[in-house]
């Protein structure tokens, strides 16, 4: 018990001096970024981290464990391990294209609703940096991560243009490419900033039911593949339950082998197809 104790008040200690060290370093960075003057034109090199990105080397990861897998433990052909690798490999794509989309689609939803937010608070005479401040106050992340990131910026001085087309490279998306050129063109140009934005969150609402009515159209092609490919399975069981030793003979063979591997590989190949059908771009 005492072991326990001293390990735990260790990791709590190590934990708290991390944190501290990290806040230390925060401010120190924010301190000489206020008193280093920016000379002339020159810009910061600042590093951008999008908001969302696809992960291409997970799925093959998860590919090659899958085919190890069945290759070393479960003593399975060759051919079929990798053709298997290579459809977990394109499921694992379609598996991440499915967030990556999702979380784009979520902060989109939340941008047309926080352009209106924004659009009443300029109505009411408010400045662009309070309205964003209210913005962020209103909404939830990731949207509110985004707007808290792009008024930090316009506090500690940096130039509103290019505040605002780090928004853009943050959420490379169509929509953020609207909302931050509208900014940066009025911010140089001026106008009614109210009645842009009201029109950019119009644009954006349109592009997002064009969205939803395009993957509901699309829903009939998914689950006609996702059922043949199910059949297919579903007919293999059913032949291993039936004759276990025949089918079994059959995959150890040398064509057996090769046109389950061709089969599954069809099947990947299939798969994003379909997906990349169904996903057209707005």
Do not use: C, H
């Amino acid at each position: 018990m005492t072991y326990i104790l001293t390990g735990s008040g260790l990791l709590l200690a190590i934990g708290a001096v991390a944190y501290y060290w990290r806040l230390a370093a925060i401010r120190e960075m924010l301190g000489k970024r206020l008193l280093t003057p920016a000379v002339g034109d020159q810009q910061r090199a600042v590093r951008v981290k999008p908001f969302a990105q696809r992960r291409f080397l997970l799925p093959i990861a998860l590919g090659l464990i899958v085919g190890l897998v069945f290759v070393g433990l479960f003593s399975w052909p060759v051919n079929i391990a990798v053709g298997l690798a290579f459809a977990f490999s394109l499921m694992g794509f379609e598996v991440d294209a499915w967030i990556y989309e999702t979380r784009l689609t979520k902060i989109e939803t939340q941008l047309a609703d926080s352009i209106d937010l924004l659009v009443a608070s300029l109505g009411a005479g408010s400045s662009l940096q309070a309205s964003l401040v209210q913005a962020a106050d209103y909404t939830e992340n990731p949207l509110k991560r985004e707007f808290s990131e792009l008024v930090a910026r316009l506090r500690l001085g940096d130039s509103p243009a290019d505040a605002f087309r780090l928004l853009e490279k943050r959420v490379p998306t169509e929509t953020f490419q609207l909302l931050s050129t509208s900014l940066v063109v009025n911010w140089q140009v001026g106008g009614g900033l109210a009645e842009t934005l009201a029109g950019v969150g119009k644009t954006i609402r349109d592009r997002l039911a064009i969205s939803r009515q395009i993957r509901t159209l699309s829903t009939q092609g998914r689950l006609t593949t996702i059922t043949v490919i199910s059949v297919v399975w579903f007919m293999a069981a059913m032949m291993w339950q039936s004759d276990e030793m025949r089918f079994v003979g059959f995959v150890n063979s040398q064509p057996g082998s090769w046109l389950m591997a061709a089969t599954l590989m069809l099947q990947g190949i299939g798969i994003a197809l379909v997906s990349k059908i169904s996903r057209p771009r707005i």
